[in-house]
């Protein structure tokens, strides 16, 4: 069965660093977009980033751009989400999806699998 494994969470200072992996299995991961989303407590999950099966398209939200970078091994079946300059409000419970086919996007509705998450915390 398809499996996403976030990892690398944690609780880190503001202005520190973290990077994020998913590892997928169950999946021919080349031919999957990915995506991260976050949601932070008492808020609705929304969009982070998006890299296309290539990895050669990328897209982050405008609350990351600068800061984020999102980017994948396919040799390694796993992705990426790089986040530096983290602030609090950057605290959130990430989560990894896999998109099928050659459309990408922020469309949370059209990832068909979704890890179980990892918790980010950023103290002020």
């Known amino acids: 069965q398809v499996q996403l494994v976030e990892s690398g969470g944690g609780l880190v200072q503001a202005g520190g660093s973290l990077r994020l992996s998913c590892a997928a299995s169950g999946v021919t991961f080349s031919s999957y977009s990915m995506g991260w989303f976050r949601q932070a407590p008492g808020k609705e999950r929304v969009f982070v980033a998006v890299?296309?099966?290539?990895?050669?398209?990328?897209y982050v939200a405008d609350s990351v751009k600068g800061r984020f970078t999102i980017s994948r091994d396919n040799a390694k079946n796993t992705v990426y989400l790089q986040m530096n300059s983290l602030k609090p409000e950057d605290t959130a419970v990430y989560y990894c999806?896999?998109?099928?086919?050659?459309?990408?996007?922020?469309?949370?509705?059209?990832?068909?699998?979704w890890g179980q998450g990892t918790q980010v915390a950023v103290s002020s």
């Open positions: 890299i296309n099966s290539s990895g050669g398209s990328t």
């Open positions: 999806a896999a998109m099928s086919g050659s459309s990408w996007g922020v469309d949370q509705t059209r990832y068909a699998y």
